[in-house]
């Protein structure tokens, strides 16, 4: 399936609703996830109530206005989570490089996810998105899918300075990186020990050293810990693209935490 596939079969996961489900004419108190082609999506419990990517969508680009979804990734077994990127029009300078802004709308159909987004700018020069400070990029929109939380969603209104602030966070880290000197060798071993932490896959970390090592453009080629984060980024973005997995934004969170530790640990030095 190709990324336009994926993002037009999400988009269209709407409308969906719950129908009782029976097991020899007797109530099972669970229900199916269903939608207008009768589709079946999961079996859940009473109280759960879901919401479709396509709805999601809608919903969020009234908060959000001027965005246009860029990318998507999936997870689970039939479409039970996924997320759908949106990019907004106002782009950022970091190290005189343009960054833009992006965010991830995350839902699950099987309640193993909550609603939420994810602000991850994009460094456009390598086409890499990012996550500095995981747990204040994540604004969340509903925790629980159920009925009362539905309710809730519905009428909540989020303003984009949210996002807009959450980035500039983002950005702050990211320049801190800059000032940060690392050489080679011991990025190589940065990456190293971010592979033996299971971090980052082998492959990957193989793939991020060649990167460093070898950088194939002059944004980075300064020894940093900025070109470093980038050089991790590169094959974790690639990966994303190409599998359209969340298993792969996964990693690119993770690498994010650890950068941020990095600047954390520095300034308290």
């Given at each position: ?81 996924a997320i759908l990127t ?52 994540f604004i969340e929109i ?50 190293d020990k971010l592979v ?74």
């Open positions: 399936m190709t990324q336009e596939q994926l993002t037009n079969k999400l988009l269209g996961i709407k409308n969906l609703h719950c129908e009782k489900l029976y097991w020899n004419g007797k109530d099972t108190r669970k229900q199916v996830v269903t939608d207008s082609e009768g589709e079946l999506y999961g079996v859940m419990g009473r109280n759960y109530q879901p919401v479709g990517y396509g709805d999601l969508y809608a919903h969020v680009s009234e908060w959000l206005p001027n965005t246009k979804v860029v990318g998507s990734a999936k997870g689970g077994r039939n479409f039970s989570k949106l990019e907004l029009p106002d782009t950022f300078d970091v190290g005189g490089q343009e960054i833009k802004t992006y965010v991830n709308l995350i839902n699950s159909l099987d309640g193993s996810l909550p609603i939420g987004l994810i602000v991850s700018p994009l460094r456009v020069a390598c086409l890499n998105q990012f996550v500095l400070l995981r747990k204040s990029a509903r925790q629980k899918h159920t009925r009362t939380g539905y309710n809730a969603f519905t009428k909540e209104i989020r303003v984009v300075d949210e996002v807009y602030s959450i980035l500039k966070g983002q950005l702050a880290v990211a320049e801190k990186l800059i000032n940060l000197p690392c050489t080679t060798e011991k990025g190589i071993a940065f990456i033996k932490g299971k971090v980052l896959p082998e492959k990957i970390g193989a793939e991020a050293k060649s990167f460093y090592e070898t950088p194939i453009r002059p944004e980075d080629e300064p020894r940093n810990h900025w070109s470093l984060f980038n050089a991790i980024t590169e094959p974790l973005n690639l990966k994303l693209r190409d599998k359209q997995k969340l298993t792969n934004f996964g990693h690119i969170q993770a690498v994010g935490d650890v950068f941020s530790e990095v600047v954390a640990h520095d300034l308290i030095r």
